[in-house]
């Protein structure tokens, strides 16, 4: 099933989120890094996430498969984190001291924070294009970048670029692997050797592979000119994108998180002191019985 | 009279010359021909013979060197015409693969008709028209990548058929085909022919499609050899086979069949070889 590389990550159900217009999700995705970066405490971060687990949720996605999704950048993630923990210079005393590790209370709340913020946006995007298929991606990026035609911006081009691209990554795919076939019929040695040898041994496949590409790109472009492209003012589109009520929930849903996550941002502090009251409180009075 | 003639004549070729580049010999050496509105011309002709560069030059996907090239009374040399020429002759390639630009046949059949400024609602019922012409209704939302190749051709072909040209050109377009993708093909062709009355000039090395045309043209080296009805064309073998073309399968064991010394007229068909044999045999008997 080479051939379903061609969909990306895409997951085919049928769900309230996948049906929603691929502009919003976009518009979405933004808002929602915007919401994760300006997030200062916890408070906004659970709500992040919870916003983020509603949204899966809603799209019948498995958690394992979002989850999933951070498996690519896991390393990364974690070495950033070590880092952070390691050199984070708060402020009074360290925890613990080991000659030139530091660690303090503040840089494990911050290691926490970061790692979270890291963890939800990689995922929130994982959620994207999950629920999208490449080419509906594409309409929204055209649609959406349609102001800067104005600036002279090729924004008709560059879809057009993008959906040839991912037309073509099947048939590309294919290709490779009969050319991988033909040089191994001819006695080529992919799996044995060294590092170096191995990539030696991916040249005589890359070559023909680019040679017919490009053969590819230029009957391409002669079908194209046959059926009267022009990339001229008089071009129509035949999909156009609707927003739905789905849109309008959606825009909704973003309001609120981010509302919330702003008014944590200012009411947070007041939020947990009360917390830490009510809990004192409560201590105080199951101590009283 | 002058006028009439140019309405009824779909294509015409007048002393057409075209070579490549400078120091290469002409790919085209002098080439007269005309297509009659309606008509289904086959060209055929060995490896090099000019057949393909002819089709690329009726839509002006290449440049005459001298001679003229009209299509519909239009002169395709005329930069102002080309977009009127396109519309009215489509050309379907060889390879489908190389000819789509969508993953998504019907974005794919959009692209033509988005092309010349067609209204949206009236591309939807061009992409209808065109999918049902070519029986591949059912696959509307379906990806390019999972058909077969007779089916991704019928799509190259609906792509064509939704700019609604006049003239159908097919440039090879059976030959990376296996026998039930070419039939496929061929049924298409030969329904748009007969029932939308659609002018069509068929480039084949199958010397079978070539028989189901009203007309073949042989190209050799540039030039026109021969030119007629397909049953005269093929009753000259040996004139053929000088030309590296060989006869249509049925011509082929009819010839045999003569060697061997059974008494029977040419045939090029398969029905009427049997009658021929058939009706020896009750001779005979």
Known sequence: MRKDVAFGQYYPVDSFVHRTDPRTKLLFLIAYIVALFCCKTGWGMALCALGLLTVILLAKLPLKLVVRSVRGVVFLLVFTGILNLFFYRGEGEALISWKFIHIYKEGIFYTIYLMSRLFLLVMSSAVLTLTTTPIALTDGLESLLTPLKYIRFPVHELALIMSIALRFIPTLMDETERIINAQKARGADFESGNVFKRIKAIIPILIPLLISAFRRAEELGDAMDARCYSGSSIRTKYKKLRFTYRDVCAFFFMAILMTGVFLFNSYGAALSALCVQGWNALLGLFGAV | ?285
């Open chain 2, 1 to 285: 009279m002058d006028m009439q003639e140019t309405e009824s004549v779909a294509v015409r070729f007048e002393n057409v010359k075209f070579k490549y580049d400078q120091n290469s010999r002409y790919a085209l050496n002098n080439v007269s021909f005309s297509v009659k509105e309606g008509e289904f011309v086959a060209l055929i002709g060995h490896n090099g013979s000019g057949k393909s560069t002819t089709a690329r030059l009726i839509n002006g996907l290449l440049e005459a060197t001298s001679g003229k090239i009209t299509v519909f009374g239009k002169d395709v040399s005329d930069k102002k015409n080309l977009f009127e020429v396109r519309k009215s002759a489509g050309i379907v390639f060889q390879n489908p693969d190389n000819q789509m630009v969508s993953s998504i046949v019907e974005d794919d059949v959009a692209f033509g008709p988005e092309n010349i400024g067609v209204p949206r609602e009236e591309i939807g019922e061009r992409i209808e028209w065109a999918l049902s012409v070519v029986g591949m209704t059912a696959y509307r939302n379906s990806s390019p990548a999972r058909l077969s190749g007779g089916q991704k051709q019928r799509i190259a072909i609906a792509g064509v058929l939704a700019i609604k040209p006049k003239i159908l050109i097919l440039d090879e377009s059976t030959a990376m085909l296996d026998p039930k993708g070419r039939k496929e093909i061929m049924d298409v062709v030969l329904r748009l022919n007969k029932e939308e009355k659609m002018t069509v000039i068929m480039i084949t090395h199958f010397m079978e499609e070539a028989l189901l045309a009203d007309r073949t043209v042989v190209l050799n080296r540039g030039k026109i050899v021969l030119e007629g009805e397909p049953q005269d064309i093929f009753k000259n073998s040996e004139l053929l086979e000088t030309y590296n073309l060989s006869l249509p399968g049925i011509g082929y064991i009819c010839k045999q069949l003569q060697k061997n010394g059974m008494a029977i007229r040419d045939c090029l068909y398969p029905e009427e070889l049997a009658e021929e044999i058939a009706s020896l045999l009750q001779e005979e008997s």
